[in-house]
């Protein structure tokens, strides 16, 4: 696929199934978000592969950690958390390890991070496959972070959930551009 269609194109996934791209497709996808624009050439972004048991370990540590952040959290609330990575057959953990000593604001790193984020989701888009960019609060949860390998100054950007789209997706929205841009001075 062109760039610009995967671009202009690319919706998120829904309902993610197997097959997950396949190790060499991954190297692609982790090649394009290594190639994100990185200011001061820091390199912040880490990426952590999750598969099969992987999964449930992280479904059952979101549940932990909810019930931590929730000690009224309803088995029923407990379960939906812990069901969540179990969407999609890969997650890629995209995290900012943010330098602090750097020059190079924090904000900055994040935003690199998500800019390697975004090529890999466009990249699993132009290559057939389903892609699904989630955070909620378990994404900002230290005790998640800990147990990733990451400290509490990183920042986690997504948990991207690839596979398979099990149904073709809805085609993307089309957007006004002009509600979104004007030129300066007007
Ligand atoms: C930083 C970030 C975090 C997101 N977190 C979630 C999330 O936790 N749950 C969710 O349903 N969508 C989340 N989304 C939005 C979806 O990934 C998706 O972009 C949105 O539903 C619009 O669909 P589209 O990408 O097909 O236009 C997040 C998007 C971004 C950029």
């Known amino acids: 696929m062109e760039a ?13 199934v197997e097959p997950a791209p396949n190790e060499l497709e991954l190297h692609s996808l982790l090649s394009a978000a290594t190639r994100a624009p990185d200011h001061g050439r820091l390199r912040p972004w880490r990426f952590i592969v999750l598969r099969g048991d992987a999964l449930r370990r992280l479904g ?60 890999m989701m466009v990249g699993a888009f132009a290559l057939g496959y389903g892609c699904a960019w ?30 398979t789209n099990a149904t073709p997706p809805e085609p993307a929205p089309t957007v006004d551009i002009d509600e979104f841009v004007r030129e300066w001075p007007a």
């Open 134 to 163: 989630k955070t909620g609060d378990a994404a900002y949860d230290p005790d998640i972070k800990t147990a990733l390998g990451l400290a509490p100054t990183d920042a986690i950007v997504g948990f991207m959930y690839l596979g």
């Open 60 to 119: 059952d540590l979101m549940a932990d950690t909810y019930r931590r952040r929730d000690p009224e959290a309803t088995p029923a609330q407990l379960d939906k958390e812990r069901g969540k990575p179990l969407r999609a057959p890969l997650i890629v953990v995209v995290a900012a390890k943010v330098n602090v000593q750097s020059h190079i604001p924090a904000i900055e790193q994040i935003l690199s991070a998500g800019a390697a984020a975004e090529n």
């Open 4 to 16: 610009i269609e995967a671009l202009t194109s690319r919706v998120s996934g829904s309902k993610l």
